[in-house]
T-cell receptor, first 121, second 114 residues
Framework: DTEVTQTPKHLVMGMTNKKSLKCEQHMGHRAMYWYKQKAKKPPELMFVYSYEKLSINESVPSRFSPECPNSSLLNLHLHALQPEDSALYLC????????????????????FGPGTRLTVL | AQTVTQSQPEMSVQEAETVTLSCTYDTSESDYYLFWYKQPPSRQMILVIRQEAYKQQNATENRFSVNFQKAAKSFSLKISDSQLGDAAMYFCAALNFGNEKLTFGTGTRLTIIP
């Protein structure tokens, strides 16, 4: 099973609201990712969590706050967003193995969730 | 730095015909992976096929196959017997081994003509 779930599917929020996006996977993957995707563009990486620790922050504004409560869950807390933050937010996960070469291929393949369509008014 | 280039913004093919989507990449690493993802209007990014750079044999998944030319840094996707459900945006992507950052191309929108 290569399922990553995301809730909600759609979210409309005002610029003063606080909301959260949720991502969940039960594949035993140890790396989880947040991407932002604008229409007709490829996904842009925002954050990477590896073994529940933040390993990459692609200079994302502080109004986006990621959280990884455990190895299966990834949240993205939103506060004081701007209209230009309206986009599709995708979560992904992949297996990771600490150190060494390990097996190639499957361990680094990223599997994506269905996304949350966010509209900021 | 790693770059991925898809030079065909849009492609179309008759149903049941074969179509090839182009992708070139550039990396200084010797060990890396290449992927094709499909994103239909439903939005979900779906893995179509994966190629490991150290493997000379081209990957295949049912009607999908790749032509991996390592020296030319080319990674094209061939879709045989095209079906209406193949209509989507197709993204080529590359990942250096041990890295966490997947680099995407700009995508090719594929239309299937009934």
């Amino acid at each position: 099973d290569t399922e990553v779930t995301q809730t909600p599917k759609h979210l409309v929020m005002g610029m003063t609201n606080k909301k959260s996006l949720k991502c969940e996977q039960h594949m035993g993957h140890r790396a989880m990712y947040w991407y932002k995707q604008k229409a007709k563009k490829p996904p842009e990486l925002m954050f990477v969590y590896s073994y529940e620790k933040l390993s990459i922050n692609e200079s994302v504004p502080s109004r986006f706050s990621p959280e990884c409560p455990n190895s299966s869950l990834l949240n993205l807390h939103l506060h004081a967003l701007q209209p230009e933050d309206s986009a599709l937010y995708l979560c992904a996960s992949s297996q990771r193995q600490r150190g060494g070469m390990g097996l190639a291929g499957a361990r680094d393949t990223q599997y994506f969730g269905p996304g949350t369509r966010l509209t900021v008014l | 730095a790693q770059t991925v280039t898809q030079s065909q913004p849009e492609m179309s093919v008759q149903e049941a015909e074969t179509v090839t989507l182009s992708c070139t990449y550039d990396t200084s690493e010797s060990d890396y992976y290449l992927f094709w993802y499909k994103q239909p209007p439903s939005r979900q990014m779906i893995l179509v096929i994966r190629q490991e750079a150290y493997k000379q044999q081209n990957a295949t998944e049912n009607r999908f196959s790749v032509n991996f030319q390592k020296a030319a840094k080319s990674f094209s996707l061939k879709i045989s017997d095209s079906q209406l459900g193949d209509a989507a945006m197709y993204f080529c992507a590359a990942l250096n081994f041990g890295n966490e950052k997947l680099t995407f191309g700009t995508g090719t929108r594929l239309t299937i003509i009934p």
